[in-house]
């Protein structure tokens, strides 16, 4: 039966995508939200690993914040995506003994502050804190999640990775470190297409998959 309706939520989810790359306006705002709490709901209806189901639940109250409110509220956004991260980092941890993992995150997330107030000096603020510590926390879930072989769950967090990357240069570029328009860089982060959700909505149905504990 779970395959069944794995079926049904990734056809769903492919039509999602279409409509993502293809569409605008409130078509284009409401596939993406709809995308996000389908790859929730089917977590949830299987609710085998529970750390990763509450995670895609930060991430759905996140782009409600990010997708939906007009306008955005980003901060709020990247607590709640900084929330899910976290919920991520103690999945994770279970079950795993080595301990460099936990200094490895602390020295990543500490330097990621740091920087923060360095590259940004006045321009620091709470966005830009949360934003860098929630981008720290991704890095190092990536290299647990790499280190422990969890592939599935790795390859998730490489598109995650990617999507954040791309949102987050967008955002510096509107006034944090402002690139030029005409720019090689300006021109690699908004080729005419959704980007982002290129690689979001894919790493958010794989994190599903792994949440469900179900294989294609």
Not at 46 to 58: D, F, I, M, P, S
Not at 68 to 77: H, N
Not at 193 to 215: C, G, H, K, R, T
């Amino acid at each position: 039966m779970r395959k069944v309706w794995m079926g049904v939520f990734l056809a769903l989810e492919v039509v999602a995508y279409a409509l993502i790359m293809t569409t605008g306006g409130d078509l284009l705002v409401w596939s993406s939200y709809c995308s996000i709490v389908g790859c929730f709901l089917f977590a949830l209806l299987w609710r085998r690993k529970g750390l990763l189901v509450a995670g895609l639940g930060c991430t759905v109250i996140a782009d409600l914040f990010l997708v939906v409110f007009d306008p955005v509220q980003r901060l709020w956004g990247m607590v709640a995506f900084l929330c899910a991260q976290s919920l991520y980092a103690i999945h994770l941890h279970k079950g795993w003994d080595r301990k460099w993992m936990w200094w490895t995150r602390g020295g990543i997330l500490a330097v990621s502050q740091v920087v923060t107030v360095v590259v940004l000096g006045g321009a620091v603020d709470a966005l830009a804190l949360v934003s860098l510590a929630y981008y720290a926390m991704l890095i190092c879930n990536l290299i647990h999640a790499l280190a422990a072989g969890r592939r599935r769950l790795s390859l998730a967090l490489v598109l995650f990775l990617l999507c954040d990357t791309v949102i987050g240069l967008q955002v510096a570029g509107m006034g944090y470190l402002p690139i030029q328009e005409g720019s090689w860089l300006h021109s690699l982060l908004y080729p005419g297409f959704n980007l982002a959700w290129m690689f979001y909505l894919p790493s958010q149905v794989l994190i599903a998959l792994e949440a469900a504990d179900v294989d294609l």
